[in-house]
């Protein structure tokens, strides 16, 4: 006759089994998360970033406080804040009404679509 093990080393090896099932499944999870993982953002990336930020405040700062044109074709021009402030200042103190008008002509002639291309004849007509 085959002497019946102890209850409690049973329920040992049941626990051990149970926790070494968890230890290998967390290994392998690790493994997985460490090994597959995106490669982090290096220092070049992030200077890459600040150069094209720098340059589009750079930019911004330029537009704002410089005149240009904008579309000399049509006769529209940037102006600094300040110049545009004081002509506001002027045009709208003086006149409101006359002020509005010239705005939306302004809008109008800014916003115009180009004349529409005639199209082709057809070669049945």
């Known amino acids: 006759m085959n002497p019946q093990p102890a209850p409690e080393r049973t329920a040992l090896a049941y626990i051990a089994g149970v926790l070494g099932s968890f230890f290998i499944v967390a290994g392998l999870v690790w493994a997985m998360l460490h090994f597959t993982g995106p490669q982090p953002l290096g220092e070049d990336r992030a200077a890459v970033r600040a150069k094209a930020l720098a340059e589009l405040r750079a930019a911004e700062t330029e537009a704002l406080d410089t005149a240009g044109w904008l579309d000399q074709p049509k006769g529209i021009v940037r102006l600094r804040i300040e110049d545009a402030m004081k002509k506001v200042e002027v045009e709208w103190g003086s006149n409101p009404s ?28």
């Open 98 to 125: 006359a002020a509005r008008s010239n705005l939306i002509d302004r809008v109008e002639k800014a916003t115009a679509l180009p004349p529409k291309v005639p199209e082709k004849p057809s070669q049945f007509e």
